[in-house]
C-alpha cells in the first residue's frame, strides 16, 4: 500500500550537543603543588590516622593525578612521613619561636601554653600524634623528639638564673619540664572537651574551664621554674 505523499519536507532536526564536563586545574608550581598534597593529606591524617592517607584520596582532593602524586613523593610511605617531618618542623619552630619571645614569670608561661595549646588542639596536631601512637607507625628517628625545643628552654632558664646568681638547671629537669607540659597538653587537647570535674562550675564553658586549667598548670610550672634546687 502506497502512502501518499504531503508534498513536504520533514523538518530536519538539529544535531543534539553531547554534555561535556570540564574540569578546570589550577596551574601550580612544583612547591604550591608539593605544599597542596601535603596540606590534603595531614587533614586526612588528622580526620583518620595513617591509614586515612591513600594516594587516590589525596589527589582528588587537591585536584591532580594519581601519578602527579608519585612524581613529588614516590611512595604513599614517603608521603607520610613527610606529612609526619612537616607537622613536627612546624611544632618545634612555634614553641622554640615562643619560647624566645614570652615574658618571664607566670604571664610569659601563660602566654607560651597557650601557643602551644593553638598549635596541639587548634591545629590538630595533638590528635595526629595520637593516630601515630595508636598505630604503632614508626616516626623516623630523630623526629618529634622536642631537641630543640628542650635546648631553647634549658638555654633561657640558664640565663635567666645567672641573672639571679643561681646555677644553671639540670638538662633532665628541663627535659621533665618539657615532657610533663606535653603530656598534660596533648591529652588536654584530645579529651579536654569531653571532661568536666564533679565538683565545682559544672555548667562554666568548658573552654574557659580548659584556660583555667592551662593558667593553673602555668602558675605549677613557675613555682618549679624558680626553684632554687631545680
Known sequence: MRTRSTGKRPTARPPQRTAQRTTHRTRRSAEEARSALLDAAERRLIQS??????????????????????????????????????????????????????PAGEQGVAALLDVCAQTLSGRGHARALAWLALSGFKVPSGVGQLGAVIGALQSRRTA?????????????????????????????AIVGPLFTPATGPGQEDIERLRARFRSWLGRLLVSHLLDTDA
Open 49 to 102: 590516622g595513617p591509614a586515612g592517607i591513600r594516594l587516590q584520596d589525596v589527589a582528588a582532593d587537591v585536584g591532580v593525578s594519581h601519578p602527579t602524586v608519585l612524581h613529588h613523593f614516590g611512595s604513599r610511605e614517603a608521603l607520610v612521613h613527610a606529612v609526619i617531618d612537616r607537622a613536627f618542623a612546624s611544632l618545634d619552630a612555634d614553641l622554640v619561636s615562643a619560647i624566645a619571645d614570652v
Open 160 to 188: 635567666e638564673r645567672a641573672l639571679r646568681g643561681q646555677s644553671p638547671p639540670s638538662a633532665e629537669d628541663t627535659t621533665f619540664v618539657v615532657l610533663l607540659t606535653t603530656f598534660a597538653l596533648i591529652g588536654e
